[in-house]
């Protein structure tokens, strides 16, 4: 056994726990860690963090639904923008785009303040809200569809831009954590499908490194899942500061990424959903 295996297991599942209660898988941050802990090769980070996030994230989901949480109005509406949004996002990327730099850069720039924002208290405790009018839910959905051709164009998190915004307009975190997390693992499938049909179409093809992915997956799967039982256990001061630390760590994530393109224009930067 390399000792690269349970090694990322560990990682994925200390990530996992620390990041599920807050609604975000932890892929971003896990990619560091593949790259300079694990030595994984550029090329299979972004399909490793996918395959992370298929295995990982049901933990959490499997919690959720025991505790009643999962397939509320929030989540359908976050599943039924995303699905769309990572097929149309994919399809514009492999066609269209090829440099991530500039929205890197405006994400860094979007989340940095709002996780400054939620890490010093703003809005420490949600209001209480009537129910969603049509129009809340036709932009509620519109904020998922977008996130979701994003997340298909750049290969980044789903959760880590959807749970901020949500959570500062005023969702509870024990609303959004389930639904970002399910709006995450279908980004993830439907991001892997995708990207393996448009390369056969498009020629080319990235594997995953399967054996790590598994035990990556593993440790996720643990850590999400302990991790959902602890945000019952938690305060929603206490989440929002949470999500908020983590909302900056992936902005740095972010500027870095930004950062490395500019000083290698043609090499290609990876990232994966969160």
């Known amino acids: 056994m390399d000792w690269q295996w349970p090694v990322g297991a560990v990682c994925a599942f200390l990530l996992a726990l620390a990041t599920t209660p807050a609604g975000v898988s932890g892929a971003v941050l896990l990619l560091p860690v593949q790259v300079s802990v694990l030595g994984v090769p550029s090329p299979a980070v972004t399909p490793t963090n996918l395959l992370f996030n298929v295995l990982s994230t049901p933990g959490a989901l499997m919690r959720f639904g025991r505790e009643g949480r999962l397939g509320g109005p929030l989540t359908k509406l976050l599943v039924a923008g995303t699905m769309p949004g990572v097929i149309a996002g994919a ?3 492999v066609r269209w785009l090829s440099n ?3 929205f890197t850069l405006l994400a860094a720039g979007v989340l940095l303040p709002l996780g400054l924002w939620l890490m010093l208290g703003g809005q420490s405790t949600a209001p209480e809200r009537p129910a ?5 839910r036709a932009l509620t959905w519109l ?3 977008v996130v979701g051709t994003v997340g298909g164009i750049y290969g980044i998190g789903g959760g880590s831009l959807l749970a901020p915004i949500l959570i500062a307009v005023g969702f509870s975190v024990y609303e959004v954590a389930p639904a970002t997390l399910a709006a995450t693992l279908i980004t993830s499938v439907l991001g892997i499908v995708t990207y393996q049909i448009l390369q056969l179409t498009q020629g080319g093809a990235i594997a995953p490194e399967w054996i790590l992915g598994a035990f990556l997956g593993a440790g996720g799967f643990a850590g999400s899942y302990c991790g959902a039982r602890l945000q019952s256990l938690l305060p929603e001061r206490s989440l929002r500061r949470l999500l908020g630390l983590i909302a900056c760590l992936v902005a740095a994530r ?3 990424t930004a950062a490395t393109e500019r000083s290698v224009p043609r090499a290609a930067s990876h990232s994966a959903p969160a």
């Open 91 to 93: 399809i514009i990327r």
């Open 100 to 102: 991530s730099h500039d």
């Open 132 to 136: 969603p009018t049509r129009r809340v």
């Open 143 to 145: 904020l998922a569809l």
């Open 254 to 256: 972010y500027f870095q």
